[in-house]
């Protein structure tokens, strides 16, 4: 097959690109580099099916250009992050919205057999519930979390309207190889593993009670394969949370953090946690219920949170420690 994967030199698209060329399809990564990373590619540019095209989603041209003859659309490309949302609400919704809207045209004028993309648990808002169940949502609590919401409302018309198949899947914390640990809006996993390799202390904002339901990246693979393959007339044009369904709070996955750095750093055990204001747009718990994606794809998540972990610091370590 031929895949198009934007966002393909980020943290998951990367992880996507080598997992399905290691299968044997064709994939063309689009890529602006705003977020993404040359070096989490570097190591695909030799393979002859591989295709990099250094291009923005907020022009149509390059869009419909990256999916010329494709076969699958896997939409990852975004400007992540609820306080990066915060501080520019516009160039998020020019990027979450507008980028979105041209991948959509220009996989509908294409042809393409369908089109799988990277919801967000933002979506479910200040809605209290637990689990969360894809069918009851709350209100937005950020502008990355309302431009993640359009992006299924859109994907909802195009398949009533122009029938083209799509997927939408809610991720819920992903982490693992290749995340990057630096910058102003790196996610919580790599920040803090980078902080305590380098006896630094971690920042845990609130009093760490919060909780998330962090998936590892192999069980995102599994899920983007599933919905690309599934044959289930009723999988197709829905959202499915990618989660591994347990949560863990931000105390104890400083705990397991430490835990299997002090496997290669005895000392790090006794680097201390710093407490800080809670931060803004930030909903106390996230907890998915899979229930849908194993009855309707087949999910079976591989690694739990711990497994993942472990996985994780250890590609972190071998690749990044000074």
Do not use: W
């Given at each position: 097959m031929k895949i198009t994967i934007t966002g393909g030199a980020g943290f998951i698209g990367s992880n996507l690109c080598e997992y399905?060329?290691?299968?044997?399809?064709?994939?063309?990564?689009?890529?602006?580099?705003?977020?993404?990373?040359?070096?989490?590619?570097?190591?695909?540019?030799?393979n002859n099916n591989f295709t990099i095209l250094e291009s923005d989603i907020r022009n149509l041209d390059d869009c419909k250009q990256a999916?010329?003859?494709a076969d699958y659309v896997l939409h990852q490309a975004a400007l992540g992050s609820v306080p990066r949302s915060l501080k520019d609400p516009v160039t998020t919704n020019e990027v979450n919205i507008t980028g979105f809207l041209n991948m959509l045209v220009a996989a509908r004028d294409a042809g393409v057999k369908r089109f799988i993309y990277a919801a967000s648990s933002s979506t479910y808002g200040d809605s209290e519930a637990l689990p969360k169940?894809?069918?009851?949502?709350?209100?937005?609590?950020?502008?990355?979390?309302?431009?993640?919401?359009?992006?299924?409302?859109?994907?909802?018309?195009?398949?009533?309207?122009?029938?083209?198949?799509?997927?939408?899947?809610?991720?819920?914390?992903?982490?693992?190889?290749k995340q990057d640990p630096y910058g102003a809006y790196a996610a919580v996993i790599p920040k803090f593993?980078?902080?305590?390799?380098?006896?630094?202390?971690?920042?845990?904002n609130g009093d760490g009670n919060y909780s998330r339901d962090f998936t590892y990246i192999d069980n995102v693979i599994q899920m983007n394969e599933l919905a690309m393959f599934t044959s289930n007339p009723e999988a197709i044009n829905t959202v499915y949370n990618t989660a591994y369904g347990d949560c863990t709070t931000l105390n104890d996955l400083v705990k397991y953090i430490k835990e299997y750095l002090t496997?290669?750093?005895?000392?790090?055990?006794?680097?201390p946690v710093i407490y800080g204001p809670q931060r803004q747009g930030d909903i106390p718990h996230s907890l998915a219920s899979i229930d849908k994606a194993k009855r309707l794809l087949g999910y079976q998540p591989n690694y739990s949170m711990e497994e993942g972990l472990k996985e994780a610091i250890d590609w972190y370590w071998k690749n990044l420690k000074k």
């Open positions: 399905f060329l290691s299968k044997g399809h064709e994939v063309v990564c689009l890529d602006d580099f705003s977020t993404g990373h040359h070096y989490n590619i570097e190591p695909l540019m030799s999916v010329e003859g169940v894809e069918e009851v949502i709350g209100n937005p609590l950020s502008p990355y979390a309302i431009t993640k919401y359009v992006n299924e409302l859109y994907a909802g018309i195009f398949s009533k309207t122009y029938g083209l198949e799509t997927i939408g899947l809610r991720y819920f914390n992903v982490f693992g190889r593993v980078i902080q305590l390799m380098n006896h630094e202390s971690p920042v845990i496997a290669f750093d005895a000392a790090i055990a006794q680097v």
